[in-house]
């Protein structure tokens, strides 16, 4: 599919509010609300468009803190990275696994209530998963939400 002008301008109207009516986005854009709805329809056909998310607030929701963790597997071949993918995706305080090139083979977005509660899920959660050799922890002190190129 090759994307115009007004494609990318709805991608970034998006990006901004996905719940927005088609009508809202039609205004914005100045076409009519059915062309509006074709050009999302066929961005979705085109795998352009793949759902919708609900962002939530973890700070809202009582956790403060968030970490990035570096994790270096100790013994490749011996686990799987399918076993610890899916042992470490179970934990509910990890909400991103990325496998990674680099000094580490896994980059993992770990939410904790606080310092104490991010130590507990380290130890008793995230350092007895089978294969799990060095750890460096990135405290995140802020974050800000970019678009992208689009």
Do not use: C
């Not at 270096?72 to 076993?83: N, P």
């Amino acid at each position: 599919m090759t994307l115009d002008e007004i494609d990318h301008k709805l991608l970034r109207l998006l990006m901004r509010d996905a719940a927005q009516p088609s009508s809202q986005l039609a205004r914005k854009l100045g076409l009519s609300q059915p062309a509006t709805w074709r050009r999302i329809k066929a961005l979705r056909e085109a795998g352009v468009l793949r759902g919708q998310r609900l962002v939530l607030d973890a700070e809202a929701l009582g956790f403060g803190v968030t970490v990035f963790l570096g994790v270096k597997l100790a013994t490749k071949g011996r686990v799987s990275l399918e076993d610890f993918e899916r042992t470490v995706t179970a934990i509910p305080e990890v909400q991103t696994v990325e496998h990674v090139l680099g000094l580490y083979d896994y980059r993992l977005r770990v939410v904790a209530r606080d310092l104490a509660d991010f130590e507990r899920v380290l130890r008793r959660r995230i350092m007895t998963l089978p294969g799990v050799g060095d750890v460096e922890a990135n405290v995140l002190l802020s974050e800000e939400r970019r678009p992208g190129p689009i």
